[in-house]
């Protein structure tokens, strides 16, 4: 094609072809590093036949199968610099486990996954990604340069695709790079011939760093790690081998992911460019040691530990030398309040901040990654993440950072994620994990190689972990209600069901009985069927209740009664077969539950003005189970109760999780928080039947709590209290006390209790007993609201 705008699917006559005087498409291969290939990676090669250099600013290459499905979507890897008059210009894409030979050093680097046989790529001006799917669509799209589709593609140009790709055949334009916008007529099949814009091909040029082939076996070659590591978050060597790459082993580790550290003694003065890379050695365990001087040759490799994670760098199917041993390690960067910056991360239009130049002294997540894989060290650290089963806790660096009363780190904002986190997992499997609290410490020394993982983001990977300094944290125990004082609480007792364990009845219930000190009326979440995971159709929770209250009964608390809707079976989401609800206990001897009998899975419950007042039609009852929040999920439980002669409806919550939001320290930035939608809608749903209440009774006293997996400062609180026809409790504390469950080191609100405008006198009280602790009965902290009924105001 020539300059940027439509083309034509009319071919030419042979004669009549003329070279290009713009940019065009010289050569694709998508068999890289597949079976029989000799070389390692896809690539797409970009010509330039004119007189003037072409500038590639802000243009891309562009990607689509040959036979693209509705779910189809172009794919797309951004391009820089310019092509030289005359010269080539290297566009390395996805890599596989094959080959031997890797490209000649790359001009613009990608992943895409071509497929050897038969694809459509693009030189688009412009790094948004197309939406056509067929040739007379793309024809219409100004923004593509030129286009070529092989194999069997559906979008092409002229009479047909270029023919003959395969997993050891290219297409290519003549040297002339003649373009008449006829793929078939334009493009032959051969050998692959990627050149760069240096002139190089495989074996001419460094190829990725081969540190000059024919040198001594240990003679370090001529890329070292912050080579590889480069000024963004991927590597611009990702899917090239990499030769004698020197450095010292740091870390190795045993378990798990199996490889080890090495450190480049001799740094650059780049503060963007990481000194260290992980060598991961597959099956094989590492035969190396601290202290080891190494020359690594391997493949670079962007490895991601989810779809959503940033990647961490790695060489991987590494042949190993060992120089020498017992060496002196690299200094440590000390992480403190100083060194780590305030802001968080950075964010990027286009979603992923991947290819953005790394600021590690504007934003803490840049930092970290500038230290990838290198020794770090922290001093004196206060735990503010609990130990888990997995031998991981957090702590924070900047000790002054949104403190709780407790000991944690609040979050109390989206925009304040808090910096001074971080992960701690220990490489010693020799010794015991300790078990920490929340606000202990970590005391003395901590140091290692900084990782990442899906779980948490970044982590210190220690080869020396400080000594644990128990700081004493103890359980809390709320005051009884007074005589004349309602207790309403909620506690997520997490997949609770008759087949668990006597101890976890037990601590369970000593919560109820002890900590939460009886209440009257609880609401429970994760409340299971008779048989928990096992998918057969059971759905009641008869058993299960009954080894609950018979173990409350046993702890010292009274004979609850229950009650509860059953679902329909797996149609409320959580663990397949378990059938997760909510239900309400209540102690008879303190206040009545009023039946109105009928209620069941799939039929609301509705008010209803009668000559004695306000009511439910059916208690227990569920608010529109059939409307579209609810798919999948738990619908909220509705009951009407009696205390001292003042009625009482009781409203029991568990939203939908986060599961599939984008975490904090992923590569999307700002985080798509997808699980919101469905939270607000059903945040809605309440809304609208508390209204419908207040519609019947402006004096009536509702009490909306549960887990709503959101924060107080959430749309889904928001849409909640809409109107202020509900007040969240959670803000009537002081900030350093408002969470009740604790994430990746953040102590954060997931579980409310919410009241009516006639609720005028209460008390309220989060009762932490599970979410700082890393012996837990349960993940969440119960929380309790005692209400004198008498002096809440009629108006």
């Given at each position: 094609m020539g300059a940027a705008g439509a083309f034509a699917f009319t071919a030419l006559p042979a004669a009549s072809a003329t070279p290009s005087a713009s940019a065009v498409i010289a050569e694709v291969y998508g068999g890289g590093g597949n079976s029989g290939a000799t070389l390692t990676r896809d690539f797409v090669e970009l010509g330039n036949a004119g007189s003037t250099a072409y500038d590639l600013s802000g243009y891309s290459v562009q990607y689509l199968p040959g036979t693209p499905s509705s779910g189809s979507t172009w794919q797309v890897t951004a391009l820089t610099g310019a092509i030289a008059p005359g010269a080539r210009y290297l566009v390395g894409e996805g890599t596989g486990s094959g080959g031997t030979t890797a490209l000649p050093t790359t001009d613009a680097t990608g992943s895409i996954a071509m497929s050897a046989t038969s694809g459509t790529i693009a030189?688009?001006?412009?790094?948004?990604?197309?939406?056509?799917?067929?040739?007379?669509?793309?024809a219409a799209d100004t923004r593509i340069v030129d286009l070529t589709g092989y194999g069997t593609a559906v979008v092409r140009e002229g009479s047909g695709p270029a023919t003959g790709a395969s997993n050891t055949a290219a297409?290519?334009?003549?040297?002339?790079?003649?373009?008449?916008?006829?793929?078939?007529?334009?493009?032959?099949?051969?050998?692959?011939?990627?050149?760069?814009?240096?002139?190089?091909?495989?074996?001419?040029?460094?190829?990725g760093g081969d540190g000059g082939d024919g040198g001594s076996p240990t003679d370090p070659g001529t890329v070292r790690v912050h080579d590889i590591q480069g000024t963004t978050r991927l590597s611009p060597y990702a899917g090239q081998t990499v030769t004698r790459v020197p450095g010292i082993v740091t870390g190795v580790r045993g378990s798990g992911s199996l490889g080890y550290w090495i450190q480049d003694p001799t740094p650059d003065t780049d503060p963007r460019t990481s000194e260290a890379?992980?060598?991961?050695?597959?099956?094989?365990?590492?035969t190396v040691a601290v202290g080891d001087s190494v020359l690594v040759t391997g493949k670079v490799s962007e490895y991601y530990p989810s779809s959503t994670s940033q990647s961490n760098t790695e060489i991987t199917g590494p042949t190993t030398t060992v120089l020498s041993s017992a060496n002196a390690l690299p200094d440590a960067v000390t992480l403190d309040a100083t060194s780590v910056p305030d802001a968080y991360i950075p964010t990027a239009s286009g979603g992923s901040i991947e290819s953005l130049a790394l600021q590690p002294a504007v934003y803490a997540q840049d930092f970290f990654e500038s230290l990838e894989g290198m020794r770090v060290t922290f001093a004196d650290a206060r735990v503010v993440g609990a130990s888990d089963a997995y031998g991981e806790l957090w702590v924070t660096v900047k000790p002054d950072e949104n403190a709780t009363a407790r000991g944690g780190t609040l979050y109390s904002s989206y925009d304040q994620p808090n910096t001074g986190r971080i992960e701690v997992m220990s490489l010693d499997t020799a010794s015991t994990f300790p078990a920490a609290n929340v606000g202990d410490e970590l005391s003395g020394t901590?140091?290692?190689?900084?990782?990442?993982?899906?779980?948490?983001?970044?982590?210190?990977?220690?080869?020396q972990l400080g000594t644990l300094v128990d700081k004493g944290l103890k359980q809390e125990v709320t005051r009884r209600q007074k005589k004349d004082e309602l207790a309403v609480a909620t506690y997520n007792v997490e997949n609770l069901d008759a087949l668990d364990t006597q101890e976890k009845f037990d601590r369970l219930a000593e919560g109820v009985a002890v900590n939460l000190n009886s209440p009257d009326i609880v609401a429970l979440e994760e409340i299971q069927d008779d048989n928990g995971a096992t998918n057969d159709g059971t759905v009641t929770a008869e058993?299960?209740?009954?080894?609950?209250?018979?173990?409350?009964?046993?702890?010292?608390?009274p004979v609850y009664k229950w009650r509860y809707i059953s679902p329909t079976n797996n149609q409320d989401g959580g663990e397949p077969g378990g059938?997760?609800?909510?239900?309400?206990l209540f102690n008879p001897k303190r206040v009545s539950f009023t039946d109105h009998k009928g209620g069941d899975a799939t039929t609301a419950t509705i008010v209803v003005k009668t000559r004695k007042g306000v009511e439910l039609t059916?208690?227990?009852?569920?608010?529109?189970?059939?409307?579209?929040a609810w798919e999948d999920s738990r619908k909220p439980l509705v009951g009407e109760f009696t205390f001292q002669g003042e009625q009482v409806f009781v409203i029991a919550n568990h939203f939908i999780s986060k599961g599939g939001d984008q975490p904090i320290h992923g590569r999307y930035q700002p985080p798509a928080r997808s699980s919101e939608t469905q939270r607000a809608a059903q945040a809605a749903e309440v809304n609208t039947f508390v209204k419908s209440l207040l519609a019947a009774d402006r004096n009536a006293k509702a009490v909306v709590l549960g887990d709503l997996n959101d924060y107080e400062f959430s749309q889904t609180v928001t849409t909640l209290t809409a109107d202020k026809v509900l007040k969240p409790l959670i803000?009537?504390?002081?900030?350093?006390?408002?969470?009740?469950?604790?994430?990746?080191?953040?102590?954060?609100?997931?579980?409310?209790?919410?009241?009516?405008?006639?609720?005028?006198?209460?008390?309220?009280?989060?009762?932490?007993?599970?979410?700082?602790?890393?012996?837990?009965?349960?993940?969440?902290?119960?929380?309790?609201?005692?209400?004198?009924?008498?002096?809440?105001?009629?108006?």
């Open positions: 030189l688009v001006s412009g790094t948004t990604a197309l939406t056509c799917k067929t040739a007379a669509d793309c297409v290519a334009r003549a040297d002339s790079l003649a373009d008449t916008d006829d793929n078939a007529a334009d493009f032959t099949s051969g050998t692959p011939s990627p050149v760069n814009s240096a002139g190089q091909t495989p074996g001419s040029g460094d190829g890379v992980f060598v991961y050695t597959g099956s094989a365990k590492p901590t140091t290692g190689p900084l990782d990442y993982s899906t779980y948490g983001g970044y982590n210190v990977q220690a080869t058993g299960t209740l009954k080894r609950f209250t018979d173990a409350v009964r046993a702890a010292g608390g059938n997760i609800r909510q239900v309400f059916y208690s227990p009852g569920r608010i529109d189970p059939a409307n579209a803000t009537t504390l002081p900030a350093a006390e408002r969470y009740t469950y604790v994430y990746d080191g953040n102590s954060q609100t997931l579980d409310h209790i919410l009241t009516s405008p006639a609720v005028t006198s209460f008390n309220y009280d989060v009762v932490h007993i599970n979410a700082e602790f890393a012996d837990q009965a349960s993940d969440h902290d119960p929380q309790i609201v005692r209400i004198d009924v008498s002096k809440c105001r009629r108006h």
